[in-house]
């Protein structure tokens, strides 16, 4: 008895998406459990698998979109060993000229490839910053150090099709759809102002450098940067609580729980999946919560669920060799941090130039809800506790 494969429901107010890729061919033997398309939606990108093994029937063909509850394919039971052996199966379908197998076999290898997405931090065997340490090993810890923020890092390029003659045009996915919407979205509903300040990460590069093995050997997770800014993140917002709050109608609601998201960019589009009550974390649970987000985004299994809520974004442009931005706001929030390229510059310290591994910072915030004053307070405050992270890990 043939099975017909269904579009699930992928989340709350989800009613269609685009079925994106055919990970098997019409005709091709299927087996439980193995992946047979993607479905990309406004939300997220998900897989689908395959109930029981036999032959895969197509119905819908990739790009094209589809509704919650539609039939794509069928899957008819084969023989055992057509099922034990996965050999294309004549299809009644008019055979496929061999300029048209060829592209078919290039798009199933390009989909085959793992999508570049965000992937831990690295260890840093940056050395010890001090004031008079050297120009080169100062520029080998800056190095390292940009290498190892790499929490949101891609690890590769999309490939995209060369395009036929001078342009090509193709559908924008409802994911990019919906990106697009809501980046218009803020900048007509908020009054975004940003604010900026830099930060000296001489100190957060030494107590990484001095306490990455033993983090890593009692916690199995390397200590990575953005635990660091979380945390002072949560500081900060509870010196500065307008930040934490937003407007709705004419109420503004305050919110006392701290759920960060961190915003990570793929070939799909940005993700910003939702970190829960960082206040009460540890920098190794904040490690292994940023891991785990990261293998499901590698794997495609992020959920709906993992994006919902937030009351604070952070983006790191750095990642990407951003020097400096103006972040956009994630409504309904009110604030978001931009991340950047540490960058070797001289420096004023006790009236001496000298070169420190820098990071400036920015902050776009509603300035319906808050002030001038409270902004840069507010970066004041994720300067300090950068600067001073031994302090930070102690929570004071």
């Known amino acids: 008895m043939s099975h017909e494969v269904k579009i699930p429901t992928v989340g709350e107010s989800v009613s269609s998406g685009l079925l994106s890729v055919w990970h098997k061919a019409d005709g091709e033997s299927v087996v439980a459990g193995e992946t047979i398309l993607t479905l990309d939606t406004d939300k997220v990108s998900t897989d689908l698998t395959a109930e029981c093994g036999g032959i895969l029937r197509i119905r819908v063909q990739a790009g094209e979109e589809v509704a919650v509850g539609q039939v794509v394919a069928v899957i008819e039971p084969s023989s055992e060993q057509a099922a034990a052996v996965p050999t294309p199966v004549k299809s ?14 290039s798009s199933k290898k390009k989909t085959a490839a793992p999508a570049p997405v965000a992937s831990s931090a690295p260890a840093v065997s940056a050395p010890v910053v001090h004031q008079a340490a050297s120009a080169s090993s100062l520029r080998e810890a800056v190095s390292a150090a940009n290498d190892a923020l790499g929490v949101l890092k891609t690890s590769g390029e999309p490939s995209h099709p060369a395009p036929e003659g001078r342009m090509s045009r193709k559908k924008m996915t409802p994911l990019r759809r919906k990106i697009a919407a809501q980046l218009v979205m803020a900048q007509h509903q908020a009054a975004i102002l940003t604010t900026f300040n830099e930060c000296d990460l001489s100190a957060v590069m030494k107590l990484r450098a001095e306490m990455q093995d033993a983090f890593t050997k009692e916690f199995g997770v390397k200590l990575g940067f953005m635990s660091f800014f979380i945390k002072a993140v949560v500081s900060a917002l509870k010196s500065v609580p307008s930040i934490n709050a937003r407007i709705d109608g004419d109420d503004m609601i305050e919110n006392h729980y701290f759920d960060i998201g961190v915003a990570v960019g793929t070939d799909k589009g940005l993700m910003v ?22 293998l499901k985004a590698r794997e495609g299994k992020i959920q709906f669920e993992d994006l919902q809520g937030g009351v604070f974004t952070i983006s790191n442009g750095g990642t990407y060799g951003s020097l400096l931005s103006t972040p956009i706001l994630n409504p309904p929030q009110s604030g978001i941090l931009g991340m950047h390229k540490i960058q070797e510059r001289p420096v004023a310290v006790n009236g001496q130039v000298v070169i420190r591994p820098m990071m ?5 915030y509603d300035h319906r809800v808050v002030d001038g004053k409270g902004a840069v307070t507010f970066l004041v405050k994720i300067k300090e506790c950068l600067e001073n992270p031994v302090r930070l890990m102690l929570g004071l």
């Not at 009644?92 to 076999?105: D, L, N, Q």
């Not at 400036?360 to 776009?364: D, H």
């Open 92 to 105: 009644s379908a008019p055979v496929a000229s061999s300029e048209s197998k060829a592209e078919s076999s």
């Open 273 to 294: 999946p939702v970190i829960r009550d960082v206040d009460q974390k540890s920098f190794a649970q904040l490690e292994k919560a940023l891991a785990d987000y990261a």
């Open 360 to 364: 400036y910072l920015a902050l776009s």
